[in-house]
């Protein structure tokens, strides 16, 4: 089983609609969750990072983490053309001192395409 | 203006001919990373360093050095290259190691 593991794509939305991206991951221990997005030929940037249990909003954004089910998925409201790239999951442990030491493991990433 | 660079952008080399590949940020960050990415398999981790002189290998290490002489340059050695390693590299730093990682433009490479 991989460690992060991103649901398959493509997947292809009309403008307007809701995109859910989603992404589990294996090691209980994960304590930080990004989502970075990646535009073709571009290196990834961050859009939205989680912590605790629950929903974290962010504009047209929603971030929603489920310790428990080990999943942490991303909404996108109102989805534009703009937002067509590459989504990608990332979790990374936190340290007893509180830190991640920098380790970060990403998922395989979903391609996104939002279609006018 | 806030970056990680990175040299070359494009590079190919043929087997066994040992390269570089700088990686310079301004950002006074301590934590800096290497990654790869390959179709299919998104980013995987090659090498992090915490801090000066303080690496470790990440998910992918076989066949790459790092040093960290200085808090701003993270170079990534191929000492002797490899087909399997032709892939888009990307170099990042961040404050914490975790939120707000900065990545560079990558360094495409290609292997002969």
């Known amino acids: ?116 | 203006e806030a970056q990680v660079t990175q040299n070359p952008r494009y590079l190919i080399t043929v087997t066994g001919k040992k390269l570089t590949v700088t990686c310079s940020q301004n950002m006074n960050h301590e934590y800096m990373s290497w990654y790869r990415q390959d179709p299919g398999l998104g980013l995987r981790q090659i090498y992090y360093s915490m801090n000066v002189e303080v690496t470790d290998k990440g998910d992918v290490p076989e066949g790459y050095k790092v040093s960290r002489k200085e808090k701003r340059n993270f170079p990534l050695i191929l000492e002797s290259p490899s087909p399997n390693q032709t892939s888009l590299y990307f170099c990042a730093s961040s404050f914490n190691g975790g939120a707000y990682t900065f990545f560079g433009p990558g360094t495409r490479l290609t292997v002969l």
Request: net charge neutral.
């Open chain 1, 1 to 116: 089983q991989k460690e992060v593991e991103q649901n398959s794509g493509p997947l292809s939305v009309p403008e307007g609609a809701i995109a859910s991206l989603n992404c589990t991951y294996s090691d209980r221990g994960s304590q930080s969750f990004f989502w970075y997005r990646q535009y073709s030929g571009k290196s990834p940037e961050l859009i939205m990072f989680i912590y605790s249990n629950g929903d974290k909003e962010d504009g047209r954004f929603t971030a929603q983490l489920n310790k428990a089910s080990q999943y942490v998925s991303l909404l996108i409201r109102d989805s534009q053309p703009s937002d067509s790239a590459t989504y990608l999951c990332a979790v990374t442990p936190l340290s007893a001192g509180g830190t991640s030491y920098g380790k970060l493991t990403f998922g395989q990433g979903t391609i996104l395409t939002v279609h006018p």
